[in-house]
């Protein structure tokens, strides 16, 4: 009984369905996802500037309010729980805060700086939602990576980088946990991805 019950309470939280007399306030989350400070750094720096671009992303992900699916196939916005930043951008800042503190190129940019750039990478948000329909539940992260050689217009590679990650507590604040964790579990092999292409794209063929 007491199972089910905290089953229920779970659920009206996601939703929001509480009475008005009950209405909680609206929580603001910042997306963090810390980086693994054990990951080794470039051997050597490219002699190249890299460009990020914004993130693209699903119309339904582009929203300030966190998601949730209680099925497959199904999404739904947190009521009372939002972003500081939609995540779409958040991500796109991440990825180059990430790659200029490993020092791996010459310098990183955004693309919308004026900067003249050697390599493009695009990033596209293709799932992030807390999933609970089942149980533990788990927050679920895809990121689709493409490496473009800016000057010759040619695709050097493209990839999708998912994680998953379990939740401290079932509710808005453990989601934002899980997020965070589930994101840099993406975000760190997608770095070190962009370093490995970009490098082998630098080597002259033989």
């Known amino acids: 009984m007491k199972r089910a019950l905290a089953a229920v309470v779970s659920v009206l939280a996601l939703g929001g369905c509480v009475g ?3 209405v909680p306030p609206r929580q603001f989350f910042v997306l963090d996802a810390p980086g693994a400070a054990a990951a080794p750094r ?16 699903d119309s339904f992900y582009d929203a300030d309010s966190l998601v949730f699916s209680r099925a497959a196939g199904e999404r739904q916005y947190y009521q009372f729980a939002s972003w500081t930043e939609r995540p779409a951008r958040r991500i796109a800042f991440l990825v180059q805060r990430r790659i200029e503190a490993r020092g791996g190129f010459a310098s990183v940019a955004g693309l919308t700086s004026g900067v003249s750039g050697d390599l493009l990478l695009n990033v596209a948000l293709v799932d992030f939602y807390h999933d609970t ?3 533990p539940s788990v927050v ?12 010759n217009r040619v695709l050097l ?15 808005a604040r453990g989601a934002v946990a899980g997020f965070d964790r589930a994101t840099a579990e993406a975000l760190d092999p997608l770095v070190a991805w962009v ?11 033989r």
């Open 20 to 22: 008005a007399s009950s």
């Open 42 to 57: 470039p051997t050597a720096q490219l002699k190249a500037t890299l460009l990020v671009a914004g993130t693209t992303v």
């Open 133 to 135: 329909a089942g149980a």
């Open 140 to 151: 679920r992260v895809a990121i689709a990576a493409e490496l473009v050689d800016a000057r």
């Open 157 to 171: 590679g493209r990839r999708v980088f998912t994680a998953t990650a379990p939740l401290p507590s079932d509710d």
């Open 195 to 205: 370093e490995t292409a970009a490098a082998a794209a630098a080597k002259p063929a």
